[in-house]
């Protein structure tokens, strides 16, 4: 089965600053990848499909690159409302593994 | 407005069964793939299984396959999970996915609000 590795596991930035997350394939998946957000509490929110594709109504300061194995979300400027785990999903396969999370917080 | 209400979940001993069901509305419920995620308390999210529009392809996570089934009422507009042989590690929060694709492999861009599945003696 093809793994999913995030990295950071939690990161701590400032309000403004731009936050990278990355997440690595163990195997090629072209661009078949979704990034979602988890607030505390709440149920999770699609951001990204297709590795690079804003979902409708996702603010436009988040971003989504890459393909193959290696792929990153981007927030360009840190909101207080981005404090969330984000996890990324593969999905051109079963199974459709999620990341690990990364926890991100404000300084 | 696409709405996904969950219900089925409680408290159940280790090795017996348990039908999670997912009620569906505001969109076409027959095109569209769909899916089970679980979330343990205070842990990641876990994919388990996925079903196609038709319910004619269904997979699963290598941790339940054997003992949980999807499966769908497109008539009533409903998704069920039967979860058998339950294991203390199958406790979290079972959450019941639309995919933006009718197959499933699209990515998951609606979700319900989760029932709870305690396994416990």
């Known amino acids: 089965d093809i793994q999913m590795t995030q990295s950071p596991s939690s990161l701590s930035a400032s309000v403004g600053d731009r936050v990278t997350i990355t997440c690595r394939a163990s195997?090629?998946?072209?661009?078949?990848l979704a990034w979602y957000q988890q607030k505390p509490g709440k149920v999770p929110n699609l951001l990204i499909y297709a590795a690079s594709t804003l979902q409708s109504g996702v603010p436009s300061r988040f971003s989504g690159s890459g393909s193959g194995t290696d792929f990153t979300l981007t927030i360009t400027s840190l909101q207080p409302e981005d404090v969330a785990t984000y996890y990324c999903?593969?999905?051109?396969?079963?199974?459709?593994?999620f990341g690990q999370g990364t926890k991100v917080e404000i300084k | 407005q696409v709405q996904l209400v969950e219900s089925g979940g409680g408290v159940v001993q280790p090795g017996r069964s348990l039908r999670l069901s997912c009620a569906a509305s505001g969109f076409t419920f027959s095109n569209s793939g769909m899916h089970w995620v679980r979330q343990a308390p205070g842990k990641g999210l876990e994919w388990v299984a996925v079903i196609s529009y038709d319910g004619s392809n269904k997979y699963y996570a290598d941790s339940v396959k054997g003992r949980f089934t999807i499966s769908r009422d497109n008539s009533k507009n409903t998704l069920y999970l039967q979860m058998n042989s339950l294991r203390a590690e199958d406790t979290a929060v079972y959450y019941c996915?639309?995919?933006?694709?009718?197959?499933?492999?699209?990515?998951?861009?609606?979700w319900g609000q989760g029932t709870l599945v305690t396994v416990s003696s």
């Open positions: 999903q593969k999905y051109n396969s079963a199974p459709q593994t």
């Open positions: 996915a639309k995919d933006r694709d009718s197959g499933g492999w699209g990515g998951v861009n609606y």
């Open positions: 195997q090629g998946i072209s661009n078949n």
